[in-house]
């Protein structure tokens, strides 16, 4: 070995890509903030366990329909209560305390950029909502013989449309209001009447003609909808060009109205 070889200095080693390095951060930040975890991820778990083991959740929906249990009915519920609550009260809220903080003005004059700390905590929210997605489906499956969805490729584009349109509402939030705690409050304003129509308190089925028509045309109202009707077999794209449409228009709004300070 040479002299020269056995004083050169050893190569750096190559620091993983910012976006990927954000991501990590914004997940770790995500777990350490336990609410996002209990509410988005733990909640909807326990209501499922929980309406599982009432009998009455056991017993058909209707007689008409005597092979769908009340619970099969609320899975899709309970799938958009995850999108509701992660999209609506964790979203809106750390993205407008970045801006209060003034991290994403510090961030935009680095090479990192803040767009990417936009795009990290959208890929750590949409992970979560679909591991949470996916665990619930597993848990109602083996644990309570909720049948899978029948047109699985329409149930997923129902997830894939409701996911962006959610998560667009709470970039719109994110965007129009200054402070945490005004998004974290619009949030929270926004979660209770949209899981009305979604049927988390009252199904769909038993409301008046009247707020079923005004529920079908709520983003949580129609991504209910859209992924029952999968569920069961049937398919209407009305519901999916309605979440189409919510994600267009809020996505262009949140991006027309965002300010990094």
Known sequence: MSADTATRPAAPRPRPPALRRLTLTELT????ERAGVIWGIGLPMALLIVFGNVPGFRKPVSPAVPQVSVLDSYVPVLLAFVLAMIALNVLPPVLAGYREKEVLRRLSATPVGAVRVLAAQLIVDAGMIAVTMIALLVVARFAFSVAFPRQPTEFALAVVLAGLALLSLGLLLASVLPTSRGANAAGAILFFPMMFFAGLWLPVAAMPAALR?????TPLGAAVQAMTDAWQGHWHPLHLLILAGYALAFAVAAAR???WE
């Open 213 to 217: 028509h005004v529920s079908q045309a």
């Open 257 to 259: 109205l965002f300010r």
């Open 29 to 32: 930040l995500f777990l350490r």
